[in-house]
């Protein structure tokens, strides 16, 4: 199937060409409204000059969409505009007048939120912050819609500070935010009658909801599973029962999404279809059906993964009113162009709307491919087929995506969804029955034993799939290139296998070649690669030795350190890894690394030496620089901040040059 003869999908993928071109070559937001009322105008002046449209429209229409690209993803962004808090802050600290619009995942350290900011010292702003709450202050948690009065520092947030370690700064700017504050219970105060938007009303019924359900007679685990399937909150579920997921390939069952969102959906049709039969019938069966989607959301928090997932079955639900299958290419595209331009653009960065599309446009187009192949006589054998088929081609759709993100692939994924998918619908189903029947207080007793020993029983069958370990394949290295040849190898693959021709597998058997041909490219880089660094954890000293495909950890404390190198293990593709306790002095590069610790002990060197500081050790440095004459002072994450400080003016008046890990990053030896 010629997939660019579709208009639509030509139109989506210029603008997300031109979403990627504003990412990745920002303009201003003035220049970039200006290129596309220039090509506005030529594309107007052809198409009213020329009688027959041919190339040169064509071309016009097509630079049009990629300069709408661009100034939508820069008009996206919220400090690109002239209102941006960052632009008007003038005291210091600045009091902030800010709106929740997100609960995140708290971590061991704090719960976070994001929030608009609606003021500062006064003034009317735009602009989202993340708001940072220590997980032991005494205050209590805030909602959805809440404001506060903050008085803090506005700081950037940080990029990371080891090598491979996970983007959080890059991360957050998907979603508009690259500054944050702490909040404290000295430092803030909450409004009393703060007002109230439609997500905040979502968000306070899946409270409501959440709470009634809390009072039903289920097991711990059974009822973080029943509030991730149907409500999309994970915060409770314990770390073993998420990795069984992850590694039985059924991770995706625990995110309401877009699979959640169709299944619902066929559920919806086929309740309905009883009212095809009545004049008008299927308009009113596609209304419900949408209606019914968008409740579903409500009741699910109108969170923005269940936003974008209704948005794009609502689409896809008007392709099935239409009965059309050759449409459905279109339609997908239609509601991804809807998605990117009038919601947000920064969803083309979001993992979520990646896998989603990826997972969606693989099944429209390999799962028909899969039944023509081979269509059983057998009722339970064509059934069973049906489901290996859309798992199997929503697996090649995510595949070089989860590759990328995740590093690992679960061999077994095709049992879990045969196991699960089949009966998620009735799962479904029944639990929004159960929180309709709870929100009423007439859940009966028999119903709720029976949902919770299906969720029991669902846990016990992904567990004991995540048990086969020799079928989890992880750390696989996979990077941009790969995740681009990946796709490329599928889709000639597919394409071959649609109409066997010699020039078809070629291209696939090419490109298998190239994939092939950069790997072993890759590994022999990186066999010829030597560096040391020193990295920053907190509480801890770690120093990397890395030659070729070995690393030589030295380090103060092996059993915290490994978190730090697992990414680094995989993106750098290291075969062996040795742990020894950190010494008191190395040769880098025929020049001397010392070591002081805590002991304040340090051994004598000639002058130009590098020294590092751990474990904040009491020492007299600017005594110590007049009489070692170092070349370079780095202080690590296991000092206390406060000496790190005073190190740093003491360096700073005699100009020694002073790396610290906290504020810096790591340290690599040049």
Known sequence: MKLLAYAPIKLSLLLILGILLGYLFPV????????????????????????????????AAAITVIFLGIFSFTESQPINHDSHFSKITETSPPLLQVKIYDVLKPNTFSQS???????????????????????????????????????????????????????????????????SVRLTDENSFSSPDPSRTLIGHAQQLRSNII??????????????????????????????????????????????????????????????????????????VLTISVVLLWGFAFLAGLSPSIIRACTMFSFVA???????????????????????????????????????????????????????WWFPKNKIVRYLWQLLSVSVAAQLGVLPI????????????????????PFLGLILGMGILIILLSLLEIAPRPLIWFYNEVIGLMNKMVGWIAEQEAFVLKSISFDNVQLFLGYLIIGTLIYSLTNVAYKRVMYFLGFVLIFQLYVIFQNYTSGDKEEAIILHQVKNSVLFHRNGHTLNVMTSDSATAIRLFENYRVQERIDQVNYAPLKNSYTIEGRSLLI???????????????????????INLERFIQQSLPKEIIADGSNYPSYVE?????????????????EMGFYVFK
């Not at 939120?113 to 010292?121: I, K």
């Not at 947000?344 to 390999?366: D, K, T």
């Not at 005073?646 to 890990?661: G, S």
């Open 113 to 179: 939120y994001l929030a608009t900011v609606l003021r500062v010292d006064g003034k009317k702003t735009t602009g989202n912050i993340l708001v940072n709450q220590p997980i032991d202050s005494t205050s209590n948690s805030f909602q959805v819609d809440d404001e506060l009065f903050i008085r803090s520092k506005i700081l950037d947030i940080k990029s990371p500070l080891n090598p491979h370690q996970f983007d959080f700064r890059k991360y957050m700017g998907h979603f508009g935010v690259y500054h």
């Open 28 to 59: 201003p937001l003035g220049y970039s409204f200006c290129f596309l009322l220039i090509s506005m105008f030529v594309l107007g002046y052809i198409f009213v000059q020329k009688k027959n449209l041919g190339l040169g429209f064509e071309l």
């Open 318 to 372: 008007y392709a099935m009113y239409l009965n059309r299958p050759s449409n459905s290419f279109n339609i997908l595209a239609l509601s991804m162009f809807f998605i990117l331009l009038a919601i947000n653009p920064n969803l083309l960065f979001q993992v979520g709307f990646q896998m989603s599309y990826a997972a969606v446009f693989a099944i429209v187009w390999i799962y028909p491919l899969l039944q023509q």
């Open 646 to 662: 005073r190190w740093k003016q003491t360096c700073l008046k005699h100009k020694i040059p002073f790396h610290y890990t906290g």
């Open 596 to 618: 002081i610790d805590s002991t304040g002990v340090y051994t004598q060197a000639e002058p130009n030496s590098m020294y590092v500081i751990t474990q904040s050790p009491k």
């Open 402 to 421: 989860s590759l990328f993100y995740f590093h690992q692939f679960p061999g077994l994924f095709f049992i879990s969804n045969l196991l699960i998918v």
């Open 211 to 284: 709470k009634k359900l809390s009072q039903e007679q289920f097991g711990r685990e059974q009822l973080s599973i029943i509030q991730a399937l149907l409500l999309g909150e994970r915060d409770t579920i314990s770390q073993e029962t998420y990795t069984n997921y992850v590694d039985a390939g059924a991770v995706h069952i625990l995110a309401v999404s877009g699979l959640h969102i169709g299944i619902l959906l066929l559920l919806i049709q086929f309740l309905l279809r009883p009212l095809n039969l009545l004049p008008h019938g299927r308009i009113l």
